[in-house]
């Protein structure tokens, strides 16, 4: 069973910045494309960023571009997310998914991630 564990969240002022980190448990983790997506208070969950199995791959959200930065760790079995210049329109609770998958198509759609993390609250003040 792949489990993940998001860290790394919490409280910044606008301009800010903060790195997420996820860790993935079971599984091959190189076999697996990593995703991260945001939820605001109601509105839907959306994608933000994506990383392809050994990294040669990115894709984000527009939104973030150039602000966001993903990455990660095969050897470590972790996914980071690099976060700055935060707006107060970042804030949401992100999570950390996995798809396993041999390419790195459609990795914008939430419903083809096999698993998820719990969630961390980030929260960009004004």
């Known amino acids: 069973q792949v489990q993940l564990v998001e860290s790394g969240g919490g409280l910044v002022q606008a301009g800010g910045s903060l790195r997420l980190s996820c860790a993935v448990s079971?599984?091959?983790?190189?076999?697996?494309?990593m995703g991260w997506f945001r939820q605001a208070p109601g509105k839907e969950r959306e994608f933000v960023a994506a990383i392809s199995r050994f990294g040669l791959n990115t894709d984000y959200l527009e939104s973030v571009k150039g602000r966001f930065a993903v990455s990660r760790d095969n050897a470590k079995r972790t996914v980071n997310l690099q976060m700055n210049s935060l707006k107060p329109e970042d804030t949401a609770v992100y999570f950390c998914?996995?798809?396993?998958?041999?390419?790195?198509?459609?990795?914008?759609?939430?419903?083809?991630?096999?698993?998820w993390g719990q969630g961390t609250q980030v929260t960009v003040s004004s």
């Open positions: 998914a996995a798809k396993a998958s041999r390419d790195f198509g459609r990795v914008r759609e939430r419903d083809l991630y096999d698993y």
């Open positions: 079971g599984g091959t983790f190189s076999a697996n494309t």
